[in-house]
């Protein structure tokens, strides 16, 4: 069977669970013959052999279930960065990246900072900064030990030394004295009520990294309470957060003592990051 007819049938399969059949179709076909989409484009009409085929058909069988494309392939394009994905944590998302954005504003691109990163996951965010700041020293931690393991691993992937990686209940692994001019977090923020739980990809990603009680703001209630004390004076806290949650992230800040709380627009405008800075 030919590439272009292989690719018409699989997008074909996928196109009432997806709404991105043609592009899951041609990741999949590329990841299974070790080539870039770029070559669909090329050799529409060389032919697949019969092991590729059945390979290329398991996985449709599984992205037709819903499960990610990301995690079908072990891998996830964020930021400058190409990451290793596995279930134990999310998938990075573009809306993340503008996180990653406003961090950079506040600190600017030339300084030493110390930065923390809580519940880094794959380490996209932590890596992107590093990567970005050269001279600055970056901790990421998370709770989940395999996706500490997975966040070693990026740094190794993608080059980066400037950055380290550690088990921890957000604080508390931490010493008492140590001090960060940012703390950074896309921590969980779903209601546990919330119905697209059950639906698309985030059925397959970890609960856990996904849904916090108090209608989705127990964490960032809680790191906010306890982030002034690692932090030096001026030095910023910012969260991801949902949609619809800037206003409460805001009162939150604010109650916990910061000042020029900010919320920053995702690409498709919805607000996304919220900021505060330590009261001197």
């Known amino acids: 069977m030919q590439i272009d007819e292989l690719l018409k049938g699989a997008s074909q399969r996928l196109s009432s669970m997806s709404d991105t059949a043609q592009l899951d179709a041609q990741l999949l076909l590329a990841h299974v013959l070790n080539v870039s989409t770029a070559y669909f484009y090329t050799w529409p009409d060389k032919d697949v052999c019969e092991t590729d085929r059945a390979q290329f058909d398991r996985l449709l069988a599984r992205r037709e279930r819903g499960e990610p494309v990301a995690y079908l392939l072990g891998q996830q394009a964020f930021w400058s960065l190409d990451l290793e994905v596995a279930p134990c944590t999310l998938i990075p998302r573009a809306d993340t990246e503008r996180l990653v954005e406003v961090a950079l504003s506040q600190l600017g691109v030339c300084e030493t900072h110390r930065i923390l990163d809580l519940g880094t996951g794959t380490g996209a965010i932590a890596l992107s900064l590093a990567a970005e700041l050269p001279s600055a020293h970056v901790v990421g931690v998370d709770l989940v030990k395999d996706a500490v393991v997975l ?130």
């Open 151 to 280: 966040a070693r691993r990026n740094a190794k992937r993608n080059q980066i030394n400037n950055v380290t990686f550690q088990q921890s209940s957000w604080f508390e692994a931490l010493e008492a004295d140590e001090l960060f001019d940012l703390i950074v977090s896309n921590p969980p923020y779903i209601d546990p009520e919330d119905k697209h739980l059950s639906q698309g990809d985030v059925r397959f990603e970890p609960k856990s990294a996904l849904v916090a009680e108090n209608h989705g703001m127990a964490d960032i209630e809680h790191i906010a309470r306890m982030a002034p004390k690692y932090m030096r004076h001026n030095a910023y806290l910012m969260f991801e957060h949902g949609y619809d949650q800037a206003a409460a992230v805001r009162q939150c800040l604010t109650a916990s003592g910061f000042v020029a709380v900010e919320s920053f627009q995702d690409l498709g405008g919805n607000d996304r990051v919220t900021i505060g800075r330590k009261n001197q």
